[in-house]
């Protein structure tokens, strides 16, 4: 395959792990900054182009997209947008997933949609003095974790420990016209100890390998790249579960999924999602070499999206689970689950639903 990793820095270690897994599994690697890319609309022809300076990128030329645009913006999730919905091929991260994960009140209303365990959280932008207590009593009482709606690294998170430095604080981001998370803050070790965290790493439908990460003393933020402390950790199957539904309800064939486990309740939570997890520190401290996870999925989804396709060219269906199956996959659906269990109960249901739906008897 031509693999085409969209990254905004080329010289990342991350990016060279990627390419060096290409590499490993006879693939040729491409590497190129979205920001160089021209996007190119037909004229109502239906064929839409992607050019890097003055040379057409063919479709033909390329067989799966790994998008790696951390800090981006809004002109990376166009590049995929094109590549995957307009050019059609297939793409390791939506658009969509990209824009789910980047902001983390749209992530935490998606988990919480998909009933997916997570800390109690209140959204703000304006606050009044008067309305201090109320709030922090949505989310449990002081001490409260803020949170921007776009951040990473541990850089847009805060603590809100005590009534005047939490209602100051408000106050200044309030004039800054910040968009707000109040979270519940979930006690992860006993008082004085390190404050400890769970990254899962999700390469479609697994969890390859997960880790956990342990803040610096006198921090409760334990993001990897500020502490570089962490061990091998095994996941329950629980939040092996919740870490995997997660990344598909945001459209996500590769997340980052930070879990927290309450040291009291031993109860787990997902904090954040990630659309551009670093490589680097999950495949030190595991040992699993995950950008090769990455290759092996986009080789798997290759081979679906080829099945996929030529279902969908078939011009007689066989049968109404067929015709059913060819219906939903016809859909513009993000499709980035490598298992996918059928259940015949269920198709046979949608069939009846769609028949009633259209008040006529598919022809079988
Ligand atoms: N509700 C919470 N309770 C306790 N600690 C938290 C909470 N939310 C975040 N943290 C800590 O702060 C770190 C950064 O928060 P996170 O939401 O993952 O944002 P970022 O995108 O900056 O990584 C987490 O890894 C965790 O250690
Ligand atoms: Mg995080």
Do not use: W
Not at 153 to 179: D, I, P, R, S, Y
Request: hydrophobic share 40%.
């Amino acid at each position: 395959m031509n693999i085409l990793i969209l990254a905004t820095n080329a010289n990342s270690l991350s990016t060279k792990y990627l390419k060096e897994a290409c590499e490993k599994r006879h693939h040729t690697p491409i590497i190129y900054s979205p920001h160089d890319l021209y996007i190119h609309c037909s004229d109502g022809k239906g064929v839409d182009k992607l050019y890097i300076k003055n040379e057409e990128i063919y479709k033909e030329n390329i067989d799966a997209v790994i998008p790696r645009t951390s800090g981006g913006g809004e002109y990376a999730v166009t590049i995929v947008r094109h590549l995957h919905k307009n050019m059609n091929i297939f793409s390791a991260i939506s658009a969509n997933g990209m824009l789910n994960a980047s902001d983390k009140i749209l992530t935490t209303q998606l988990l919480s949609k998909a009933k997916i365990p997570s800390p109690k959280t209140t959204f703000i932008q304006k606050t009044y003095r008067s309305d201090f207590n109320y709030l922090m009593n949505t989310v449990g009482g002081l001490p409260v974790v803020g949170k921007l709606q776009r951040g990473s690294l541990g850089q847009g998170v805060f603590m809100l420990e005590t009534e005047l430095a939490g209602a100051t604080t408000l106050n200044v981001l309030e004039e800054l016209k910040a968009n707000l998370i109040l979270q519940e803050f979930i006690e992860s070790s006993e008082a004085g100890a390190k404050k400890s965290d769970i990254r899962a790493f999700v390469v479609g439908s697994q969890v390859v390998a997960s880790m956990k990460r342990m803040s610096i003393t006198g921090d409760f933020r334990s993001n990897y790249t500020v502490s570089k402390e962490a061990i091998p950790v095994e996941l329950s199957e629980e939040e092996e579960k919740m870490a995997i539904k997660a990344a598909q309800i945001l459209s996500l064939g590769v997340a980052g999924v930070d879990i927290m486990r309450d040291a009291e309740t031993n109860k787990s939570y997902i904090l954040e999602v990630n659309s551009c997890p670093s490589l680097v520190g999950v495949t030190k401290i595991t040992g699993v070499d995950v950008a090769e996870k990455i290759i092996e999925y986009l080789e798997k989804m290759r081979a679906i999206k080829q099945s996929r396709e030529e279902l969908l060219k078939d011009e007689k269906p066989l049968n109404i689970y067929h015709k059913v199956m060819k219906y939903l996959l016809d859909g513009d659906i993000d499709y980035h689950a490598d298992t996918i269990t059928l259940n015949f109960d269920k198709i046979n249901k949608i069939a009846k639903t769609i028949e009633a739906l259209n008040n006529a008897k598919i022809k079988t």
